[in-house]
């Protein structure tokens, strides 16, 4: 089944590298759209049939884990898969943020990794 991808990065070049593996992965994808901020992940998501969310934590204007907060609140879309994408090292955060049910994914990350996290959390 074809799925739709959102990524939300604020670095282009990150942004660039994540729609290429997922491209490269095998995945079968229809779109993949893209978001600089959680704020305008958030947007994405009232305007896109979004499947699947690769989200970061530290951005600007809106950070990832806010935008995850509201995207679990809202019921249109609390159970679209998540996968985080980070540099994040607190082992204690990465341990709730898989406590909420979505997928963590260390920057840097290979192709094989990403996928069997996108596996995991959205099946195929």
Request: glycine fraction near 6%; proline fraction near 5%.
């Amino acid at each position: 089944m074809k799925r739709n991808y959102l990524i939300v990065e604020d670095e282009p070049t990150m942004r660039m590298v994540i729609r290429k593996v997922l491209l490269e992965s095998g995945l079968e994808i229809d779109k993949i759209y893209e978001a600089n901020n959680g704020k305008e992940g958030l947007q994405a998501l009232e305007k896109f049939p979004i499947d699947v969310m690769l989200v970061d934590i530290y951005m600007p204007v809106m950070d990832g884990m806010e935008m995850l907060d509201h995207v679990m609140s809202d019921p249109r879309f609390e159970n679209i898969p998540a996968v985080v994408v980070s540099t994040e090292n607190d082992e204690n955060r990465i341990d709730a943020i898989i406590r909420k049910g979505i997928g963590f994914v260390h920057k840097p990350f290979t192709k094989e990794l990403l996928k069997d996290q996108i596996i995991k959390m959205a099946g195929e």
